[in-house]
């Protein structure tokens, strides 16, 4: 992405680079960070949650399968008949992939002219439905009733997301601050800039990425986790922002990142079904073996005490993941 100089100040001094750039890889869409805001505050009657800081929360009573079903029979007749067999249609041949629920709240990925998102959101209290597809669809679609058709079944994955981890960003304004200016001026004089008047937002990032606040292993672990229940199995982004990280010195990091990604598709139970991580083990070991040689000691404390975890845990019952460890030291 090209940001004319001129206009640099004007235009996106206080955005951070990731507003720049687009959406952060690790942020959730629209209907995944509705899930993970499912508590609501709740403090006495007199209290204004929205003015005070009160860390008083309940999670809405969770509605039990025969009051699902009488909420949707409820709302059967919002669906014209076409559409009702269109939608039966969709969710006998299979074209749901999947259907995660977490508390009331139901997201599923459905696959039609192109994949799209359903979310169903039921209220315990007042017992009424909201349903919502991505779809270009301005009435209640097929795909919102193959879903309602596939809760009705039991044919779900119930689920309990991480708390969302925000990340530690600087505005591009603190960033320039923070940059000395000789630094920056042998920057903008450099090859990437001579040629032509231009920004190269990307690049500035990973030049100074020893600048930039470090993400901590909540931020990167709850991300994944998150995605893999949601999505399944994601594109593997960790070991490239590993190697990235160990280019600028920042071990403990490129750690909490490796870490992170092991942990999560562990605990997601996909360690040993995962092709692509583990056609990639050769290249986490490498990394790790790299983090344990350069890093100092206080981070080669953490891997000492991570291996002596998966040694009580037979490396997760993973050949990989334990032949990776033990060629760590």
């Known amino acids: 992405m090209e940001i004319n100089t001129k206009e640099l100040f004007e235009e996106i001094k206080n955005k951070t680079l990731s507003d720049v750039m687009g959406r952060d890889p690790f942020e959730f869409t629209e209907e995944e960070q509705k899930l993970v805001q499912n508590s609501e505050c709740c403090c006495d009657e007199d209290c204004n949650c ?41 969710y006998e041949k299979g074209n749901i992939v999947s259907v995660v629920r977490d508390g009331n709240r139901f997201v599923s990925k459905i696959d039609g002219r192109e994949r799209y998102v359903v979310e169903i959101d039921f209220d315990s209290e007042d017992e009424f439905m ?16 193959a879903v309602l058709l596939a809760i009705k079944n039991k044919e779900y994955n119930e689920i309990e997301l991480k708390p969302r981890i925000i990340k530690n960003e600087l505005t ?41 606040p470090r993400q901590t292993y909540e931020y990167y672990y709850n991300n994944l986790y998150n995605s893999l229940l949601l999505d399944g199995y994601s594109k593997i982004e960790y070991i490239n922002i590993a190697r990235g990280l160990i280019n600028g010195g920042e071990y403990q990091e490129a750690f909490y990142a490796i870490k992170a990604l092991i942990e999560a598709a562990n605990d997601v139970k996909v360690l040993n079904k995962w092709n692509e991580l583990i056609d990639q083990m050769p290249a986490i070991g490498m990394i790790l073996r790299i983090i344990y040689r350069k890093s100092d000691n206080n981070v080669k404390s953490n891997i000492d005490e991570w291996i002596g975890i998966l040694e009580n845990n037979n490396y997760y019952d993973s050949l990989y993941l334990e032949d990776i460890v033990l060629t760590i030291k």
């Open 50 to 90: 929205d003015d005070c800081e009160c860390e008083h929360y309940y999670s809405p009573r969770l509605l039990q399968h025969n009051e699902l079903c009488e909420i949707i029979d409820d709302y059967i007749n919002d669906f014209e008949y076409q559409i009702k067999s269109r939608g039966k249609d969709y």
């Open 172 to 212: 591009i304004q603190k960033l320039i601050e923070l940059i000395p200016a000789e630094d920056l001026k042998k920057y903008m004089l450099s090859e990437e800039g001579k040629d032509y008047v231009c920004f190269e937002v990307e690049h500035f990032e990973n030049h100074f990425s020893k600048y930039l």
């Open 130 to 145: 909201d349903y919502s597809c991505t779809c270009p669809c301005d009435f209640p679609c097929k795909h919102e009733y």
